[in-house]
């Protein structure tokens, strides 16, 4: 029978319950990250180095687990990164993860590889939205995608600095996976064991990048392997003159995605960004590299207050972020933690998603003997 939606407590079971629904190509696309994947467990297994010390009897009836990122205001200090492709992972796609989002008046970001268009996102989902940037070759789609975004009146914009290439995602040329998916031999038999997805996929609104096709000669439902499609339709020259224009015509709240020194947070405050992501993508580039965790600390230290540091990836649990916060984040946020849920049940799930985070937060402050997120500090952690 296996794990239902209403067995899903934690970050574990979406994971068992989307790697049933979902053909195996799309479940490792999603599941899966660079190289040996060390960087990946890391992004996780780094919260584990350290422990939260409580204080008691504090009065907890009510806990304020509001912050503000880049200006703006939101009920809980986790929120759902730009992920590419989703309506191949359930058929309402960013409409299901906005809905949820906005019900929980939490940020969640479209990627530039996003299967619902911008005015469309910008029209129904009233909760704050960013925009994730990839820096393309063709300059008409570029600087186009951030003027449709200041149109459409998307509240900011982030750009992806760590995927310059494509990192080598070995499960992705185990399985063939392509964007669209295309039938493989190898992959033929998990398309036919999954009916439900693959009458969807059929069936409903046709795939598309809906925010690239008119940029690509052969139209965005020609399959192509989404490393290939960054080594060919990304540009590899863009610096910090590059970012520091882009921030320029986007005039909305800019964040950096990507930024792992201490140098370059430094550099993200000289050009006026107002927020970093801390993130390696989600292991999913430069295996080996550091976990956001791991540098944190390193980060805030460098950038004080002067930008606001959001902590991306391997955050699976409320007490995850109150670590990340207790160091100096402004809020944290990630990507399987909610895709997983979309894969498995839609809109539903991803609501199921945020509100187990948001029970664990809420639990996890009064334990703490805490009762606004302001109050988390370095007092409150210790190292091994
Ligand atoms: C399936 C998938 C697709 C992603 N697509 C994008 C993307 O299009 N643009 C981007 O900047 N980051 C993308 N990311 C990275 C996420 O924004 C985020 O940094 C990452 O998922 C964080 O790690 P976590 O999954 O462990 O939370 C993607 C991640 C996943 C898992």
Known sequence: MGVTLADCYN??????????????????????????????????????DCDLVPNVLAGVETIDLSTTVMGLPIDMPMFLSPTALQRLFHHDGERAVGRAAEAFNTLFGISSLATVSIEEVAETI???????????????????????CKAAG?????LTV?????????RDLWTGFTSPPKLTPSSLWS??????????????????????????????????????????????????????EIRGRGGKPFCLKGVM??????????????AIMVSNHGGRQLDGSRAPFDQLTEIVDAVGSDIDVICDGGIQRGTHVLKALSIGAKACSGGRWYLYALAGAGSDGVKRALTNMHSELVRDM???????????????????
């Open 126 to 148: 009233r909760s704050p939205k960013i925009f994730q940037l990839y820096y393309h070759k063709d300059k008409a789609l570029t600087w186009g995608m951030i003027d449709r």
């Open 11 to 48: 970050t574990a079971q979406f994971r068992k319950l989307a790697k049933r629904r979902l053909p195996s190509p799309i479940f490792h696309y999603i599941d899966g990250a660079a190289d040996d994947e060390v960087t990946y467990r890391r992004n996780t297994q780094a919260y584990e």
């Open 191 to 244: 398309f036919a064991t999954h009916p439900s997805w693959t009458l969807n996929y059929l069936l409903r609104e046709p795939f598309e990048l809906s925010n690239l096709k008119s940029h690509i000669a052969e139209g965005s439902n020609v399959s192509i392997s989404v490393s290939d499609y960054f080594s060919t339709m990304l540009d590899q020259s863009m610096d910090w003159d590059v970012a520091a």
């Open 261 to 274: 020194s201490g140098a370059d947070a430094k550099k993200a405050v000289e050009i006026g960004a107002d």
């Open 154 to 158: 998307f509240d900011a914009l982030a």
């Open 366 to 384: 009064k334990l703490m003997g805490l009762r606004s997120v302001g109050e988390l500090s370095r007092q409150n952690l210790r190292f091994r």
């Open 162 to 170: 760590d995927t310059i290439v494509g990192g080598n995602r070995e």
